[in-house]
């Protein structure tokens, strides 16, 4: 048998180098295909998280769609000046209970959609219309709850309780307007 011989020739620097730019083109490939990916998975997982949150909001407002009918042809919630003596709730006791459930439903909703979590027009598109009619029928509800807490009436000088169905109402009105 003949001795196999392997002859290395030294390598230079630009050969080297040449070898390195290579390897780091195939790594800049790799990179690139990987954050392409990584972008569609995340844009997918941000559709399926926004699907299920509509779901269940579809399913909050099916919940409560009893107690809207009963509140929308319940009249007005009260008699007289809100902090007067002649004040006084004209609502029986289960609509009360309703304007409760109802509103502590569209202010979670409208905290979904002020907050970002859900998107605000794409809801709105959805539930707008009902969203600024909930509203309407519950603004003296909620205003005479703020009264009976002791916080201020209006956003504007500060109310807390049920301040994002109150500002997610507005914004509908505006966007429907």
Not at 19 to 25: A, V
Request: proline share 3%.
């Amino acid at each position: 048998m003949e001795s196999v011989q392997v002859a290395l020739n030294p390598l230079d620097w630009s050969g080297v180098s040449a070898i390195t730019s290579i390897l780091m083109l195939f790594i800049n490939i790799f990179l690139l295909v990987s954050i392409i990916f990584a972008y569609r998975t995340i844009k997918e997982e941000v559709k399926n998280r926004d699907s299920s949150l509509l779901l269940w909001a579809m399913d909050e407002i099916s919940k409560i769609k009893p107690d809207l009918s009963l509140i929308h042809n319940a009249g007005d919630y009260a008699i007289g000046e809100l902090g007067s003596e002649d004040h006084a709730v004209a609502w029986p006791q289960e609509t009360v209970d309703a304007a409760y459930r109802v509103s502590i439903v569209m202010q979670r909703l409208s905290y979904m959609a002020m907050s970002g979590l859900i998107s605000k027009e794409h809801f709105a598109k959805m539930w707008g219309p009902a969203f600024v009619k909930a509203w309407d029928s519950l603004e003296s509800y909620i205003h005479h709850k703020r009264f009976l807490n002791g916080e201020p009436l209006t956003l504007a000088e500060g109310a807390y309780s049920r301040n994002d169905f109150e500002k997610y109402a507005l914004y509908c009105r505006e966007l429907n307007t």
